[in-house]
């Protein structure tokens, strides 16, 4: 594991907060590789933004940027996400 990598549970807080529901045991697949898991198990890396990769593949899943007023969120390399409702 990565020094500068997190798990996806180190932003539960921040999906909380865009999603109002809880993410960290939503299930997503990976656009790359297929392979699904928990949110909170993905590979989270912080920088300017934050970016979450897949376990298995280290394919982008998804990226989030937020300033005080705006979140953008980029989910291009999931192929679904699984919610709880
Ligand atoms: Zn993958």
Redesign the pocket.
């Known amino acids: 594991m990565d020094e500068l990598m997190l798990d996806g549970n180190a932003i539960a807080g921040l999906l909380q907060e865009v999603f109002a529901v809880e993410m960290t045991t939503a299930i997503g697949t ?6 699904a898991g928990a949110v909170g198990a993905v590979h989270v890396y912080r920088g300017a933004g934050i970016v979450l990769r ?1 376990p ?4 982008v ?1 998804a990226k989030i940027v937020k300033n005080d007023s705006r979140v953008w969120i980029d989910f291009r390399g999931t192929r679904t996400l699984e919610v709880a409702v």
């Open positions: 990976c656009g790359s590789c297929g392979a897949c298995h593949c280290d394919n899943l």
